[in-house]
């Protein structure tokens, strides 16, 4: 499974964004999928998160702001994120889970958010 993240970029606070994950490959082998995020000097956190059947998660930090998404039709996952805070800025990943495994082994290499204050 290869995975593709876009729509990263420069945004100003309060401002919004939305990133696309494009999956390729073997991707019957998905169940969830997930964004995490990785500030500098920080540890890589899970954002959000929805499962094949489309229940979701959110990190307590997001929640209400930020909006998860897939099209198992295109293969695509989606992070709408609105009212974008500077505490928002990291390196975010798409992953996605393994149905066998139970564990996010796929991942894409990032895309930068940045919000100014």
């Known amino acids: 499974v290869q995975l593709v993240e876009s729509g990263g970029g420069l945004v100003q606070a309060g401002g919004s964004l939305s990133l696309s994950c494009a999956a390729s490959g073997s991707t019957f082998n998905i169940y969830a999928m997930g964004w995490y995020r990785q500030a500098p000097g920080k540890e890589r956190e899970l954002v959000a998160k929805i499962s094949s059947g489309g229940s979701t998660y959110y990190s307590d930090s997001v929640k209400g702001r930020f909006t998860i998404s897939r099209d198992n039709a295109k293969n695509t996952l989606y992070l709408q994120m609105n009212s974008l805070k500077p505490e928002d800025t990291a390196m975010y990943y798409c992953?996605?889970?393994?149905?066998?495994?139970?564990?996010?082994?796929?991942w894409g290499q990032g895309t930068q958010v940045t919000v100014s204050s």
């Open positions: 992953a996605a889970m393994d149905s066998l495994s139970g564990e996010y082994d796929y």
